[in-house]
């Protein structure tokens, strides 16, 4: 946490939307020498700001100046790159933070109650670094910033893939309710299934299909791969005499429905292979990558996403310290001589690096044995949200593993072949 400001400190808090942003320039002891004012969130506008954070400090005689803002989608990634590479801070020493929503909205409550406006708001963010309460300094590193534009990307179209996956589940049920319910089938987003469900006008075509030619249709479209396809044949004709009928008006609409929600996810599908061939790309820049890939169960998208919203891991003290970053901490409820066990899960810090840290615990419980048995100790343990609580706390151990790859430049060993030697994490 960086130390509260100094008579040379000047603390510059910004409020950032899409055309303006408003600033609120502190010295240490919270008197304002300019007036808060608005500028436009332009080039123009962050001239004129440097023109002001440049004058005061020359008066003042400041040799610090932090500049602060909220995480507010993208708006704040033009000015602190715009910031760094200005020369107008050659002569003071520069430093920017990135500041949590809520914790600032928690550090605001300690005021007398406020009117909510943007001057306001940039007084209270300039306190908040006055006050030394913000954890990490801004450091430009175009690499990483590029990969996590990429990777985010990403699970932003895995995200909207998995919602129209969801919306095709309740179209199947529509056209087809008993398959949705009891398919015989592997796959539900598999060819045979997809076939079934566009290549077909209603359910009544299905039923009226001989069992012979219903088994050859599947066999062609599964590509031979159905066992026992004279027994799929016959349970799927039965489901399909099973099931609701779609009233004559709905079934075009339907129809067409169901096609363009297919199309969708197609279009998602292959966007995801264009993105996985540019994060491959951008990943042969970082030397850590190799080493967080010798973990089993680690991969391509796993091992960048962790890079990208990591960063620098001289950033953090320790383990604990990018657990937290990351959210992966449990908050105490102790009063007197009660301690509760059941701890929630914070949901603060940064919820991309928690998804990627939970979803790559786990792939590699599956692929690393010392992970599988801890996780399925930690499984064994209690009766109530098994799986959630079993795969946080494996996410929580990977977050040791990966912080000591970053830290000793080394590869993952297994458990059988590790040597038995002090582990160099600090603590």
Same mark, same amino acid.
């Given at each position: 946490?960086?130390?509260?400001?100094?008579?040379?400190?000047?603390?510059?808090?910004?409020?950032?939307?899409? $055309?303006?942003?408003?600033?609120? *320039?502190? /010295?240490?002891? +919270?008197?304002?020498?300019?007036?808060?004012?608005?500028? #436009?969130?332009?080039?123009?506008?962050?001239?004129?700001?440097?023109?002001?954070?440049?004058?005061?400090?020359?008066?003042?005689?400041?040799?610090?100046?932090?500049?602060?803002?909220?995480a507010t989608g993208t708006l704040w990634q033009p000015v602190?790159?715009?910031?760094?590479?200005?020369?107008a801070f050659q002569a003071v020493e520069l430093e920017l933070f990135l500041l949590n929503p809520r914790e600032l909205a928690a550090y605001k409550r300690c005021f007398a109650p406020q009117p909510k406006t943007d001057p306001q708001d940039a007084y209270a963010i300039a306190d908040y670094i006055r006050d030394g309460k913000a954890r990490h300094a801004l450091e430009p590193a175009a690499q990483v910033a590029a990969?996590?534009?990429?990777?985010?990307?990403?699970?932003?179209?895995?995200?909207?893939?998995? $919602?129209?996956?969801?919306?095709? *589940?309740? /179209?199947?049920? +529509?056209?087809?309710?008993?398959?949705?319910?009891?398919? #015989?089938?592997?796959k539900t987003f598999g060819a045979t299934s997809l076939a079934l469900l566009t290549e077909f006008h209603t359910l009544d075509e299905v039923a009226a299909l001989p069992l012979d030619a219903l088994a050859t249709f599947l066999a062609q479209r599964g590509r031979d791969r159905i066992a026992e396809v004279d027994t799929v044949a016959a349970?799927?004709?039965?489901?399909?005499?099973?099931?609701?009928?779609?009233?004559?008006?709905?079934?075009?609409?339907?129809?067409?429905?169901?096609?363009?929600t297919l199309a969708t996810i197609t279009l998602f599908a292959r966007q995801l292979k264009d993105v996985d061939?540019?994060?491959?790309?951008?990943?042969?820049?970082?030397?850590?990558?190799?080493?967080?890939?010798?973990?089993?169960?680690?991969?391509?998208?796993?091992?960048?996403?962790l890079l990208a919203e990591i960063g620098d891991i001289a950033r953090f003290a320790g383990h604990p310290a990018?657990?937290?970053?990351?959210?992966?901490?449990?908050?105490?409820?102790?009063?007197?001589?009660?301690v509760g066990d059941d701890l929630t899960l914070t949901h603060a810090g940064n919820r991309y690096l928690r998804f990627y840290f939970t979803e790559a615990a786990n792939s590699v419980r599956v692929h690393a044995e010392e992970?599988?048995?801890?996780y399925q100790r930690k499984y064994a343990e209690v009766t109530k949200h098994q799986h959630k609580?079993?795969?946080?706390?494996?996410?929580?151990k990977l977050v040791r593993l990966v912080y000591l790859l970053l830290t000793t430049e080394q590869s993952y060993q297994p458990l059988s072949t590790r040597r038995k030697e002090p582990s160099p994490i600090r603590r």
């Open positions: 946490m960086t130390r509260p400001a100094t008579p040379t400190t000047l603390s510059v808090g910004l409020d950032l939307a899409k $055309r303006d942003l408003a600033a609120c *320039l502190l /010295l240490w002891d +919270r008197q304002e020498p300019v007036k808060r004012r608005k500028l #436009p969130h332009s080039p123009a506008g962050l001239e004129q700001l440097l023109a002001l954070i440049t004058t005061v400090a020359t008066q003042q005689a400041c040799t610090t100046v932090r500049v602060g803002m909220e602190v790159e715009y910031l760094h590479a200005s020369p990969l996590q534009v990429l990777t985010r990307h990403r699970l932003h179209l895995v995200e909207m893939q998995v $919602r129209e996956k969801n919306r095709l *589940l309740t /179209l199947l049920f +529509r056209k087809f309710s008993r398959l949705a319910q009891d398919s #015989p089938l592997a349970a799927i004709h039965a489901l399909a005499t099973q099931s609701y009928r779609v009233p004559d008006a709905l079934v075009t609409p339907l129809n067409f429905t169901i096609q363009s061939h540019q994060i491959a790309r951008t990943l042969r820049s970082f030397p850590a990558a190799a080493r967080l890939q010798s973990v089993p169960g680690v991969g391509l998208v796993f091992c960048a996403g990018l657990a937290k970053y990351a959210g992966l901490v449990w908050l105490a409820n102790q009063s007197g001589d009660f992970y599988r048995a801890y609580r079993a795969l946080v706390l494996t996410a929580r």
